[in-house]
Nanobody
Framework: QVQLVESGGGLVQPGGSLRLSCAAS????????TGWYRQAPGKQREFVAT???????NYGNSVKGRFTISRDNAKDTVYLQMSSLKPEDTAVYYC?????????WGQGTQVTVSS
């Protein structure tokens, strides 16, 4: 059974930083396209960033220059380093992994940016 588990969410002030982690069981993230998506209340799920098995990265326009996706192959964990956070970054952040023809999602972790 495949399971993705996100961690690292919380409350942070505007301009602050936070690092999210995504760990998996049942699949090896370094062999997947792993991504982060977010969903704010009343809004559609939004693409944040992806990293391929070869390490190619891609970012959504709203987070370019502020967020960094990375992967630790030894820990088989994918991270999302978020900096210069804004109130509009408030959302539930989800980890997603594409493995072959299958797509898996975590349960999400809440990030709230507020003073």
């Amino acid at each position: 059974q495949v399971q993705l588990v996100e961690s690292g969410g919380g409350l942070v002030q505007p301009g602050g930083s936070l690092r999210l982690s995504c760990a998996a069981s049942g699949i090896i993230l370094s062999t997947c396209i792993t991504g982060w998506y977010r969903q704010a209340p009343g809004k559609q799920r939004e693409f944040v960033a992806t990293i391929t098995s070869r390490g190619y990265v891609n970012y959504g326009n709203s987070v370019k220059g502020r967020f960094t996706i990375s992967r630790d192959n030894a820990k088989d964990t994918v991270y999302l380093q978020m900096s210069s956070l804004k109130p509009e970054d408030t959302a539930v952040y989800y980890c997603s992994a594409d493995y072959g023809a299958k797509n898996y999602w975590g349960q999400g972790t809440q990030v709230t940016v507020s003073s």
